[in-house]
């Protein structure tokens, strides 16, 4: 073998010191973390943001060479996830299929469901259909990362083929294993949702700000995830400054919420903020009256809330909505034995009955309203008349669109 051969086969073109690879690498690996977050999530299956093409052909071109997906198929499942959250036609719930199977056959759960024709013709509308879609992405994805392959061996040498073998592993092990298996078992919760989605961290610093899953859950279409305070979403940050640059249009982010004093009965506004606050309704309603009065009556009868399973005192939030039907069944004979805390399961259930849009008209359904919060104020437990009438202040404020 020559010396120049030789030198190509361990160093490739550019080199393939240890330093070179793990900067390349990671450039790389956010690349494609960034493509998917910006132009997959928010702005194609959700239309939060609309993005120049300056940036969103990049981003396909980079998808198709790094990841072989096709826009519609994961726009459509992705789509599909949200419609059927958690439920045995949600593609890939860690809830119905396990943990272990989401995080590490992601990939085959994600592949049975792109081959299913009717969830592409449902869910998957909206998406590219040029001729570079048609022709080459969609229709020759593997043709992508063979030439990346072939890229990175003349780039780096015979190494090159672990390099590459790795970069196929990021949205395998961080989107389907992290975000799609983490994302709905193991976190902290803003928002009592209808699903399991949990924040992972309140920084969304590796992944593009996809960290923040209960927050994305709570409000899909908006192209900002970190909702509080002291959370950080990166990809957000990134969209802000393509915005600057005339590179990106937000279209939605989740309005905040007001709080107005004095409103004695509630009002349009009030309905309107309630319906898209629900999630933050009921966990205000746990943490504002469910655990004080259950502590209250817990104190009262000299015992202490550890009497009641780990397992049955976190699902007090949801209602009992993840227990097996035995786990409901303590839970209500546990609930039924202490009258007070009854009756808060009663106004909850009603609560969220009037925003559930059972058939109701906007007026019916704000005079419901208007009779629950008169009922709560004269129910005699404070906890839930001081969450009455705070609740009937609720307002929604539009979030700022730019700075």
């Known amino acids: 073998m020559n010396d120049t051969l030789y030198q190509w086969l361990t160093q490739g073109l550019v080199g393939s010191d240890l330093t070179t690879l793990l900067i390349t690498f990671a450039v790389m690996a956010q690349a494609t973390i960034f493509s998917v977050t910006l132009y997959l999530h928010r702005c194609q299956a959700h239309r939060g ?17 790094s990841t072989a997906m096709v826009t519609k198929e994961w726009v459509a499942i992705h789509r599909k996830h949200h419609a059927k959250c958690e439920t045995d036609e949600d593609p890939h719930s860690p809830q119905v299929f396990g943990i272990g199977k989401v995080v590490f056959q992601g990939v085959q759960l994600y592949q049975i469901a792109s081959d299913d024709k ?15 879609e048609r022709h080459l992405y969609g229709a020759r994805p593997s043709l992508g990362p063979t030439l990346l392959l072939f890229a990175e061996v003349a780039a780096f040498g015979v190494i090159g ?14 989107a389907a294993g992290v975000v799609n298996g983490l994302g709905h078992w193991w976190g902290y919760r803003n928002f009592e949702t209808d699903d399991r989605a949990t924040n992972l961290t309140p920084w969304g610093l590796v992944i593009g700000g996809e960290e923040l899953h209960n927050n994305h859950h709570a409000f899909p279409s908006s192209a900002r995830f970190a909702l509080r305070r002291f959370e950080f979403d990166i990809g957000w940050a990134a969209l802000r400054l393509f915005e600057r640059l005339g590179l990106a249009k937000v279209r939605r982010v989740a309005p905040q ?24 309704v009921m966990t205000d309603y746990f ?16 015992e202490s809330l550890k009497s009641l399973p780990r397992k049955l005192r976190r699902s007090l939030a949801n209602g009992g909505r993840w227990l097996d039907h ?9 609930i039924a034995e202490r009258p007070r805390l009854a009756d808060v399961y009663e106004y909850r259930a009603r609560l969220r009955a009037v925003y559930e849009r059972s058939g109701q008209g906007a007026e019916a359904m704000l005079e419901s309203l208007r009779q629950w919060c008169a009922e709560a104020e004269a129910s005699g437990n404070r906890a ?9 202040g609720y307002a929604l404020v539009p979030a700022p669109q730019a700075a």
């Open 384 to 392: 839930l008349q001081q969450f009455a009438a705070r609740l009937k």
């Open 257 to 280: 919420l007001d709080i107005r004093p004095n409103i004695h009965l509630p009002d349009s506004d009030t309905l309107r903020a309630i319906m898209v606050h629900r999630y933050k």
């Open 49 to 65: 943001v609309d993005l120049h093409p300056v940036v969103s052909h990049p981003m396909r071109l980079w998808l198709w060479l």
């Open 161 to 174: 083929i672990t390099f590459w073998a790795l970069q196929m592993l990021v949205i395998p092990v961080l």
């Open 118 to 132: 009717a969830i592409m013709e449902k869910y998957g509308a909206g998406t590219p259909t040029d001729w570079l």
């Open 326 to 334: 035995e786990g409901r069944e303590h839970l209500a004979q546990w």
């Open 287 to 302: 943490s504002a009256v469910t655990l004080p009065t259950l502590r209250e009556e817990a104190q009262a009868a000299g």
